[in-house]
């Protein structure tokens, strides 16, 4: 089974500050992580993914994520935080290896992120 | 079309009363997989296609549920009579192998 923790559900940043969102998974093997931004309304839409090489993924908006192999994390941040980063960000897990299961996307419970200007 | 595409928008169903949502996948995406996703809460799995054949039913909640892609693109999920549990945004999402699934805007179904 695969599983996605995001232990906050409310971060809130000032204007300018960086921001950081967290993110541990639990996957079976070598793991797939993605971040999806919500905006009210709205479908998810991707921010970023890691599937191997670097640990440091860049992505939309700015926005990057640090996986770390040995804490199971995936991290979401962002040097400096704009108003108009407000909303429900999502991370998602699945297994690398092939099956029919693996291929869906775990999400986590969401973590709502205000910008204070 | 660019992106994925759900239709209807906002549906309102009278308890009992059966329902169609349908998805048309991004050109060329053999991935096609419907979510469930409850107020203020992450996305659900419910169901998963690759073309035509459907590989994982194992997060549909009843047998009130059915997804179909008859013909490997356009996928309809079919709620028969709805009870007000059945409320939630259903989100179609589809992908190549490894990049990801791109999502619809989804279709909120209120049951009344």
């Known amino acids: 089974a695969q599983s996605v923790a995001q232990p906050e559900d409310q971060v809130n940043v000032a204007e300018g500050n960086p921001l950081t969102v967290k993110c541990t998974y639990s996957?079976?093997?070598?793991?797939?992580l993605f971040w999806y931004v919500q905006y009210p309304n709205r479908g998810l839409q991707f921010l970023l993914k890691?599937?191997?090489?670097?640990?440091l993924v860049k992505g939309s908006y700015g926005f990057e994520a640090e996986f770390n192999k040995s804490q199971t994390s995936f991290h979401l941040k962002k040097p400096s935080a704009l108003v108009s980063d407000s909303a429900l960000y999502f991370c998602?897990?699945?297994?690398?290896?092939?099956?029919?299961?693996?291929?869906?996307?775990?999400f986590g419970s969401g973590t709502q992120l205000t910008v204070l200007p | 079309g660019a992106g994925v595409s759900q239709s209807p928008r906002y549906k309102v169903a009278k308890r009992g009363q059966d329902v169609a949502l349908r998805c048309d996948p991004i050109?060329?995406?053999?991935?096609l997989f419907w979510y469930q996703q409850a107020l203020g809460q992450g996305p659900e799995f419910l169901t998963y296609?690759?073309?035509?054949?459907?590989?994982?039913k194992s997060g549909l909640p009843s047998d009130r549920f059915f997804a179909e892609r008859p013909e490997g693109s356009v996928s309809t999920l079919k709620i028969q009579r709805t009870q007000q549990e059945d409320s939630a945004v259903y989100l179609c999402?589809?992908?190549?192998?490894?990049?990801?699934?791109?999502f619809g805007q989804g279709t909120r179904l209120t049951v009344v």
């Open positions: 999402a589809s992908s190549r192998e490894w990049e990801g699934a791109f």
């Open positions: 996957v079976s093997g070598n793991p797939y």
């Open positions: 890691y599937i191997t090489g670097d640990n």
């Open positions: 998602a897990v699945r297994a690398a290896l092939l099956s029919g299961s693996a291929r869906q996307l775990t």
């Open positions: 050109s060329g995406h053999v991935s």
């Open positions: 296609f690759q073309n035509e054949a459907q590989l994982d």
